[in-house]
Each structure stands twice: as C-alpha cells, then as structure tokens.
C-alpha cells in the first residue's frame, strides 16, 4: 500500500461527463477578472465558428452545397420536379402580366408558391451524426421542427420568385383572329423544387447551418429550359446545360442562433437566489451540442442585410425569461455581424 | 367575440380546459405526475410531453414543431424539480379553427403560417395544468401581433382579419408574458424592422400583463393575465358555493 494518495481532482473530460453545467460555469466565470471567459470549446461567449461551403458537389441534383461549421455538417440537395398544370385542381390566380420582368409582387408570389406547396424542404439526420439521435428510427421530433422551420422560412422570406418556376406557353398567333391581338399566354407547369437536408454530422446549431446549406444550393441551382410541346401535348426540357438558367432570389437571409446558459436553474433549490437570478447568464453564440444541452432557452434570429438595409426576417426565442427586449437588441447587433461574415464566405458571396 | 374558457370539462384527466378565442377553440388535458418510461426518465426533474393534434387529420412537422415550443415553455413554468423521475403529459387537441384557416390554399399571405394558432394553444395548457393544479413558478399569457405594411400593429386579430388585409399584413408575431412580465416566447416571421418588433411586443406586454389600477371598469378588454385570474376565480367560486352559503 505504498502508492501515493489518490489524486483529488479529475481529468478534464470526466468533470465535463459528471456534472456538465458547473463544468461550464467553471468556464465561464473564471477566478481571477483579468482572465477573460472562455467556453470549454475555446471560443468566447459571443465568438461564432468559422464556416466553409462548398457548392455544386452532387451531380445528380440541379443545385448542392455542403456547409460545414465546427463539426456540424450538412449536406443540402435541390431537385426540380414538373408539376403540370393540368394536375393542380384548383389553380391559383395568376397576375395579369405574366411577362414583365419588372414586375415583383412578392406578396402574390408567397402565396402562390405555398398555395402549390412548390417548395418541399425535408431533413435527415444520418446514422451516426450524433450520439442522441438513434439510427433506424423514424424522423425524430427534432427532425420534423427543422423541417417545419425551414419550410416556414422558405415561405415567409420570399426568397424564390414563382416567375422562376412557372413554364409558361405562348400559343402561335392563329390566323382566324386578327394578328394584332397578341395571343394568350399560360402556365402550363410549375418547377417543384425537392430540398433535401442531409445533417452528416450534429453539434449544434442545426438551424443555422441548415438553412444556409439551403440558401447555398438554391444559388446553385440551375434549372434546365423548358416549354410546352403542343404536338407532344407535354413538357420537354434542354438537354444543354448553357440553356439551363439560375433562381434568381431575393436578398440573403440568414439565419443566427444563441443559446442562454442559466446555472441557477441547475442548481438545487435552496441555492436559488431571486435577488440576483437576473445576473447569472450567458448568452453564448453558435452553441455546439454540449453546451445546446445545457441550455434551456434559445434564440434564433434570421437577418437580411442585402441592399446596405437591414431587415428582420424571424425572430423566434423560446425557453426562458432572459432575453427581453433590452437583450434582443444586442443580439440582433450580433446577428448583423455574423450576417457580413456569411456574406462575404465564396458560395453566399453576392 | 370575447375568449371563453371553462376548467375541467372532462373527468377522467387530472386536468383539463377548453378555451376559445377569435374562431379557434382548443380543448386540452393534463395528466401527472404520472409514471415514466425509463428512456424518458429525468432523474431530477419531470419530464414534459406534449401531444398537439390538429383539427383535421394527424399531426405532421407543424405539430411536431408546435409540440416543441409549447414544451419548451412550459418546461420554465413548471416546478418540473418538485416532480422527479415523473411525466407530466399535455394532450391539446385542437377543435375548431376560424373558417377563413380551415379553407387550404385560399392564397392568403400567412396561410403557411402555424403562429396564429400558437397563444390558443398556450393558453389552454396553461389552464389545463391550473386545473390539474401542478406547482407552476408563474403563469403565462400569450398573444397574436399582427404589423401591417403601412406600420399599424393590430393586436390579437382575428383571422378574418389576417385573410382580408393579407396583401398588407407585413409581419405575424405571438408573444407570451410570465406574471413578472419576463418574456417566455417570442416568435416572429415576415419582414419587419427591429423597432417595429420592439413596439410590437409592448403592445403585447401591455394585452398580456397591464396592471390592474384603474382598470376595474364593466365591459373593459382585460388582458391576458386577468382573464386567466377570472376563470380560476370563478371555478374556486362555484365549488366553494356549499361553503359561502352557509
């Protein structure tokens, strides 16, 4: 028995396994002031990781881009489906000039794309890419909320103008009628777009990476030309990809998430302080999957800043009384930050 | 038309509420604490399950989606410590939505939208856990913000409303308020300036929690914390009638 006296502290991962929330708090309130705090990933609370994207790597799909930020991945895959006008039961009211190119109502185009429900976005986490998620199951419940999520965000940013996914006929001029009268024209098929997210790998932060992976593949897409065949009474498409033309989308919404660390929820009961509960958080920005686990309350903010304006596109905030109005603010500063940062990475660049 | 709530409608949960507002009605059921499945289990807190089920047909990601805000929010307001290793489950089944939502692709502007649907939903969990007297650390009151594109912020419209200025509604916001009027839940889509967000939410605070000086007038829309009061109120009141009477 002549070994040394057993060390008392821990390792560095086992504290972090034990009791994760003091593990952070260790982290974020260091002992000595001039230090500053750090988060156990080695990022400051509002230091956001680093993205990469890289677009067009599926050749199968009109538009893909893999986004990777930390050890997130996420692969997105755009396909376009024809939807032929003769198959939608009750069509929308189209405007009256279906032709002008200055023309853009993005109001009527909101509701046309989601009255056809032509954008169909649809997220996967694969096996393995995170210890929580269980292979072999159905989609889980945090599958189905981004899917939501993204879906309402593609919706309500009015990012894809229907004029891009209309295919519109103009019939030859009969020569009944007078020649002077240009003919009718019409929608014969809509390009239905598949979005499909592939999460590779998961620490934290999904939305965010998601649904730049989304807006990253839509500005590659490149969809073929196509048009009504009155002989074949069908749709043909160009086989050539010099024909096929881009979406054209409006703005560049992104989106932006913190999460707040509140130790005191942690804490027992008799710990709980009322008179200084307030003081004791953190927002951290971009949180990784641990620190997402210990986190209750989370915001998400979606920024446009294209055309030197900035507009809020969603806010959405949930969990816990932290962030007010007066927080809110900070945040969106933070937001607009790391929106510059996204708009400068090759693959958003404008 | 005025929102309506009645406690403990069914018998067989331990709590449970209908609640109706502007065309959407919701009847909702809690049960707990009752026992966890072992993958659930919290080993020091409750776990919260929240179960959402459209009016028509079953529930696909917006429910899911739903499903997670309201347990994400409720899981602050539940002393979900005073229950470990226990389940607390929320059943919502919505019953009636205003005919302007129940007719699909009708091509207004928020259609896609799930927010109109959400302070409903939030309110009657809320008096469905009051009713099922779990220990809650505050009560929450939820609204509906509607900020047109000329900047007039409408507070809790109707979806009449939404549909006929669909054109010109800009931004949808719900948010909910605590008694302390700290902001639980704040979720906005559109496009709006962050200012209009701020007034947005004033407003919201001053429809969920303005305080109750002055307010003692007969006919005055009260707001949402309230409303909540009166109904608890009126149940205690009738149930203790044998006791007052005498």
Known sequence: MATAAPSLSFPRDIFAALSPSPFLLAHLSPDSPSTNPSRPNGRAPFEFRKPTINTGSLSHCSGSAVVRLGDTAVVCGVRGELLLASNIPNPPVLPTNLNSDREDDAENDASELSSLSLLVPNIELANGASPAHLPGSPPSTLAQSLTSRIRALLYSTQLLRARDLRIIYTPPPSEASGDDEPSEKEVKAYWALYIDIMFISLDGNALDVAWAAVVAALRDTLLPSAWWDEDAQNILCSPSVSDARSLRLRGLPMAVTFA??????????????????????????????????????????????????????????????????????????????????????????? | MAPQALLSPLHQADGSATYSANGYSVIGAVNGPVEVSRRDELPEEAAIEVNVRPAAGVGGPRERHLESLIQSTLRHI???????????????????????????????????????????????????????????????????????????????????????ASAKVSSLHVFAFSVGRALLLAESEGDFEFGAWESACEVAEDACCKSVEGMEVDGEVENGQEFLRGVVEGKVGREMRWRTAA
């Not at chain 1, 641990?290 to 800043?305: A, M, P, R, S, W």
């Not at chain 2, 005919?99 to 302070?119: C, H, K, N």
């Open chain 1, 260 to 350: 707040v660390f509140k130790p005191t929820e942690l804490l027992s009961e008799g710990e709980q302080d009322e008179e200084n509960e307030e003081e004791k958080a953190w927002v951290l920005s971009d949180p990784d999957a641990f620190e997402e686990g210990l986190c209750k309350e989370v915001v998400t903010v979606v920024v446009d800043g294209s055309g030197g304006k900035r507009r809020m596109r969603r806010i959405e905030k949930r969990g816990g009384g932290v962030v007010g109005r007066e927080v809110m603010k900070g945040l969106v500063r933070r937001a607009d930050e790391r929106w510059r940062e996204w708009s400068q990475i090759d693959g958003l660049k404008a």
């Open chain 2, 78 to 164: 539940i002393l979900t410590r005073a229950h470990p290793r226990t389940l607390i489950q929320v059943t919502l089944q919505v019953t009636s939505l205003p005919e302007e939502e129940s007719s699909v692709g009708d091509g207004s502007g928020f259609s896609f939208s799930s927010l109109p649907v959400l302070p409903p939903l939030l309110t009657t969990a809320t008096l469905a856990l009051l009713s099922a007297s779990i220990p809650l650390s505050t009560t929450l009151s939820a609204t509906l913000v509607a900020i047109t594109a000329a900047g007039k912020i409408k507070c809790a419209p109707t979806a009449a409303e939404l549909v006929r």
